[in-house]
T-cell receptor, first 113, second 112 residues
Framework: ETGVTQSPTHLIKTRGQQVTLRCSSQ?????VSWYQQALGQGPQFIFQ???????GRGNFPPRFSGLQFPNYSSELNVNALELDDSALYLC????????????FGQGTRLTVV | EDQVTQSPEALRLQEGESSSLNCSYT??????LFWYRQDPGKGPEFLFT???AGEEKEKERLKATLTKKESFLHITAPKPEDSATYLC?????????????FGSGTRLLVRP
C-alpha cells in the first residue's frame, strides 16, 4: 500500500508567479484535502476534493484553485504569488469525505521571494 | 466559531518523566478529535481518533483521552525519539466539508 506522495518537496518562486503542486493519494482513498501550514502554526484548511468535485473551501482567495483527477490524484494551483504564501503545503487523503482518518504527505515547502 | 487551543506551547521533559498535553476545543457538534505527530519539515503522522466523551486509546507510550471540552495526550516514560510537535484537530458534525481544524501544537523535547 503506497502512502501519500507530494511533489516537489521544495520550491522557490518569485512574487507574482504561478505555482502548481501535486499530490498522489493513498491507495484506495477517494478524497484529497489541501492545507497550508505557516511556521509555528497548525495546518489551515484550503479546500477538499471528493470524486473530482470541490467539497468545501476554507478562507482562501480564489487565486488558490485545485483539481482532482479520475485516479484521485490532485493539484493545487496558486496564481499571483505573494510573500505571505510562503509555507508548507500539505496534502491529505482519506477514504471518504466524512470523518475517516486523513493521512498526510510529507509536504511541499514553498518559498516566495 | 470552532476553535482548538493546545497547551503548553512547548514542553521539555527528561527521559522517563511522564506528562500530559492538553487540547481544549469549541465545536458545534463533535464528529471526531484527532491527534497527530509532526517531525520538523515533515507532514503530520496520524496517531488517534476519538469520537465520544470517555473514550480512550493507547499506542506504545501514548494514551489519548476525551471529555466534552478537552482531550489529553498522556506520555508515559517518554524517550528522546518522542520529541516532536503534537497536533490536535477537530471535525465538526455541522461542517459539510469535514475539514480538520487544528491547534497550533505542542512542541515536545525529551532530553536523554
Amino acid at each position: 500500500e503506497t502512502g501519500v506522495t507530494q511533489s516537489p518537496t521544495h520550491l522557490i518562486k518569485t512574487r507574482g508567479q504561478q505555482v502548481t503542486l501535486r499530490c498522489s493519494s493513498q491507495s484506495g482513498h477517494n478524497t484529497v484535502s489541501w492545507y497550508q501550514q505557516a511556521l509555528g502554526q497548525g495546518p489551515q484548511f484550503i479546500f477538499q476534493y471528493y470524486r473530482e468535485e470541490e467539497n468545501g473551501r476554507g478562507n482562501f482567495p480564489p487565486r488558490f484553485s485545485g483539481l482532482q483527477f479520475p485516479n484521485y490524484s490532485s493539484e493545487l494551483n496558486v496564481n499571483a504569488l505573494e510573500l505571505d504564501d510562503s509555507a508548507l503545503y500539505l496534502c491529505a487523503s482519506s477514504y471518504t469525505s466524512t470523518g475517516s482518518e486523513a493521512f498526510f504527505g510529507q509536504g511541499t515547502r514553498l518559498t516566495v521571494v | 466559531e470552532d476553535q482548538v487551543t493546545q497547551s503548553p506551547e512547548a514542553l521539555r521533559l527528561q527521559e522517563g518523566e511522564s506528562s500530559s498535553l492538553n487540547c481544549s476545543y469549541t465545536v458545534s457538534g463533535l464528529r471526531g478529535l484527532f491527534w497527530y505527530r509532526q517531525d520538523p519539515g515533515k507532514g503530520p503522522e496520524f496517531l488517534f481518533t476519538l469520537y465520544s466523551a470517555g473514550e480512550e486509546k493507547e499506542k506504545e507510550r501514548l494514551k489519548a483521552t476525551l471529555t466534552k471540552k478537552e482531550s489529553f495526550l498522556h506520555i508515559t516514560a517518554p524517550k528522546p525519539e518522542d520529541s516532536a510537535t503534537y497536533l490536535c484537530a477537530v471535525q465538526s458534525l455541522e461542517d459539510s466539508s469535514y475539514k480538520l481544524i487544528f491547534g497550533s501544537g505542542t512542541r515536545l523535547l525529551v532530553r536523554p
